[in-house]
C-alpha cells in the first residue's frame, strides 16, 4: 500500500513539473507575442517601454537612465550582475510630408546591412502616430509596364530617396489630421507567422523575444539566490554610438554602465544563424559570444549551469559588441548570451522557440544559482 501511494505521489510530481513547464513556455509565447506587437525603433522606444513597465509586477522598483531605459532591481543595490539587452531596433522613420500627402522616410540610424532599405519597396507599412498607428503601403509602380531599364533602376538601384508611403491622403493637410508627424516611427505591421517545427516569423520578432525572455525573469517567482546584487535592464537608444575614438560603443549601453557600474554584464542579444560552417544553428541552443579565445569566469559559469540543466549552447569567439563594449575593460567582465536568429534584419526573421525557452532557462538559472560564482 505505501508502494503504491509513494508511486501515485511521484506521477502526481511528475505531472505538476511537466505541466509547470508548460506553463511557463506557455507564458513567455504569450509575452513575446504581446510584445511583438508593440513597434519599437531608435528614438521611438517609449510605447515598448511603457508596456515592459505594465508587465512588470508592481513591487518592483523601476528605474531610469534619462534616455528611456527601464531597468528593476532584483535584489540589493545595483553592484556586480547587470543583465541588459537591447529595447530598439532598426527601423524607419518620416523625414518629409509631400504637398500631395505622400510621405517620405529615412533611417534614424546606419542600416545593418547594405540591402535593408530595398525590403520597403511595395511592402505595407504602419506609421507610428500620436493618435495612433497610420496604415500605409511603399508605393511601387507596375514594373511590367516599364522598360528593362527603368525596372533595373528601381529595384536594383532602389534608395530612399525613391521611396513614397500611400495612407490614402490627397495632401499634407490630410496626412497630418490623421496625427502623422516628422520623425514618426515606420515599422512592418506586427504580422506573426507560426511556422512548423515550432519556429515563428516576422520583422524584429529576435529583439521583441529577447526582450520577453527579460520581462519573464524579471516577472517571475526567484528560488535559491542570486548571490548578490542582479539588475535587470532594457536599453534604449542602443543602435546609436556614444562619442569617442575607436571601436565605439552603444550610447544606451555605455549610459547603463556609467549609472549603474556592474562588475559583469550579461548582454542578451540576437545573432543571424545558418550562415555558412561554423555558424550558429537554429534549435541548437543560446550562443555564448565572446571576444576571447581564453575562457572567462563568466562563460566557464554559463557553461558549468548550462550542463547542470541540460541545456545546449553554442560557443563562438567573434569582437565585442557596441553594446558589449562599454563593460569590455577590466575589472568588468562580460560575456553576450544571444537568441539565433535566421534572416536577421528582415521581415522574416525566424526564431526557434525551443532555443527561446533555453535561452530563458539558462539566464533565470544564472541569476538564482550561478551570478554569485
Partial sequence: MAHRVARTLGMITAVACVAAAAA???????????????????????????????????????????????????????????????????GHMV????????????????????????????????????????????????LHLLTQERRKSLV???????????????SDKEARAKGVELLDAVTYPAVLTELAGGQWAGPSLGLKAVAAVLVDIAAGPRSGS????AMVAWAAQTKFAARGRGARPALGAARAKTKWQPQRAVIVDVVAAGKGDGAPVPGGGPVLIQAKAEPSSL???????????????????????????????????VLTVALPVRFLNTPSEIVDLEDLQALRDLLAAFLTKGAGR
Avoid at 536594383?156 to 490627397?170: H, K, M, N, P, Y
Avoid at 542570486?226 to 546584487?229: R, T
Avoid at 548550462?306 to 563593460?327: M, N, R
Wanted: charged fraction near 20%; glycine fraction near 10%.
Fill in 24 to 90: 511557463g513556455a506557455a507564458d513567455l509565447r504569450t509575452l513575446t507575442k504581446e510584445l511583438f506587437a508593440v513597434p519599437s525603433t531608435t528614438g521611438n522606444e517609449h510605447e515598448l517601454a511603457a508596456k515592459i513597465r505594465g508587465l512588470l509586477p508592481k513591487t518592483l522598483a523601476i528605474e531610469e537612465d534619462g534616455l528611456g531605459t527601464v531597468a528593476v532591481r532584483l535584489s540589493g543595490s545595483a553592484g556586480p550582475v547587470l543583465v541588459l539587452a537591447a529595447l530598439d531596433g532598426y
Fill in 95 to 142: 523625414s518629409g510630408i509631400t504637398p500631395d500627402g505622400y510621405l517620405t522616410v529615412d533611417r534614424p540610424v546606419a542600416p545593418p546591412h547594405a540591402r535593408f532599405d530595398a525590403y520597403l519597396l511595395g511592402q505595407p507599412v504602419v506609421v507610428t502616430t500620436a493618435k495612433g498607428p497610420v496604415r500605409g503601403v511603399v508605393s511601387q509602380p507596375a
Fill in 156 to 170: 536594383d538601384g532602389f534608395s530612399l530617396e525613391t521611396a513614397f508611403i500611400d495612407i490614402a491622403v490627397r
Fill in 226 to 229: 542570486a548571490g548578490g546584487e
Fill in 299 to 333: 562563460l566557464q559559469a554559463f557553461i558549468k549551469l548550462a550542463a547542470e540543466a541540460k541545456i545546449p549552447v553554442q560557443s563562438v569567439t567573434a569582437a565585442d559588441s557596441p553594446l558589449a563594449l562599454p563593460f569590455a575593460a577590466a575589472p568588468s567582465e
